[in-house]
């Protein structure tokens, strides 16, 4: 594996005549809005540009849907590029595309491993991936149209929790500025993303509120999301995009946890914190999992019912030793 720069990966994209841009599973704002924004990018450039997502895309980012397919095509790229993850189980590409033998570039802001990429830019510094895309498009002199625009403000609203989670920085808001300088309509992407949920989503909602247990007087919150609680509602994986948020907004909470049972037997578990003291991408890792400071998530091989009964002591031991102060040096 090469570890490259900002500009030796905007080298590697420009010597490329085909790109496929995949992401995660479970795309959010940030990996979509980076992958709609390179491809558009690129395609502006006049490279040949497959913008890859066979995951489900949440509803409320249907204006950006229209940037992808569900299919890869059957030749394969001169270079594939993953977004947002440089995590190999959860990358979401055919298998197809993993025997293919084009060479693959992983561009991430998380810290974790990237065992099956050729090349790799990771920059934890970066509030976004969609951030690193728009210093790779500034590297390759692509101007940034209005569409490229709206796909790297949802990027960095989304993943820095509407500019209020720690890795909101001078960086990300000054390339905000620079985006609404443009013209871009920030009303309305808000309104998109956070003012049109579904009905579904808000029945999903209420049941995930009776479900919400408070532990070690209030600063831990503990809520869960059944297979049946989906169907019963009608709603989707994808409905449950920050619903956690909810627990978090508590005045009294220092962590929240939102568990969801998946169709194959796992759970997802979802951590949030308000402060970054308390580090919950590193009890994500520990987890098999990763994130940022303030939020993370791990996919657990276990029954809901024994993560819910081991996650209190679990939660209440990791906040305790995160705000126990580290021992002075004499």
Not at 145 to 155: H, K, R
Not at 201 to 223: N, P, Q, V
């Amino acid at each position: 594996m090469q570890l490259l720069t900002c500009q030796t990966s905007a080298e590697r994209l420009r010597a490329a005549r085909t790109v496929l841009i995949g992401g995660h599973l479970r795309p959010d704002g940030d990996c979509l809005g980076a992958m709609a924004a390179l491809g558009l990018g690129l395609r502006a450039l006049g490279s040949s540009v497959t913008i890859l997502m066979p995951e489900p895309i949440p509803s409320r980012y249907r204006f950006l849907a229209h940037h992808f397919l569900p299919t890869a095509p059957i030749d394969p790229p001169d270079l594939i590029v993953i977004l947002d993850t440089a995590d190999p189980q959860r990358i979401a590409l055919p298998h197809s595309l993993h025997r293919s033998g084009a060479p693959l570039l992983v561009i991430d802001h998380h810290v974790a491993g990237a065992h099956e990429a050729d090349f790799l830019w990771c920059d934890p510094s970066y509030g976004a991936a969609a951030a690193m895309v728009c210093d790779l498009l500034d590297f390759l002199a692509c101007p940034l149209s209005p569409a490229i625009a709206e796909a790297i403000y949802t990027g960095i609203l989304t993943d820095t929790g509407c500019f209020t989670y720690p890795n909101a920085d001078e960086r990300i808001f000054a390339l905000a500025l620079r985006l609404v300088r443009q013209g871009l309509d920030t009303a309305r992407i808000a309104r998109d993303v956070y003012q049109s949920v579904p009905l579904a989503a808000t029945r999903l909602l209420a049941a995930m509120l009776a479900t919400l247990e408070s532990h070690d007087e209030g600063r831990i919150a503990i809520m869960h999301i059944t297979l049946e609680m989906l169907h019963t509602t009608g709603a989707t994986q994808a409905d449950t995009e920050d619903l956690i948020n909810v627990a978090r907004a508590i005045d009294s909470v220092l962590i929240a946890a939102l568990v969801t049972e998946q169709p194959d037997g796992r759970v997802r578990l979802s951590l949030r914190s308000k402060d970054p003291l308390i580090n919950v991408g590193l009890l994500a890792h520990q987890l098999g999992g990763g994130g940022h400071l303030c939020a993370s998530g791990a996919t657990l091989h276990e029954p809901l019912a024994s993560v819910l009964a081991r996650l209190p002591t679990l939660l209440r031991s990791f906040l305790a030793e995160s705000l126990t102060p580290l021992p002075t040096r004499k």
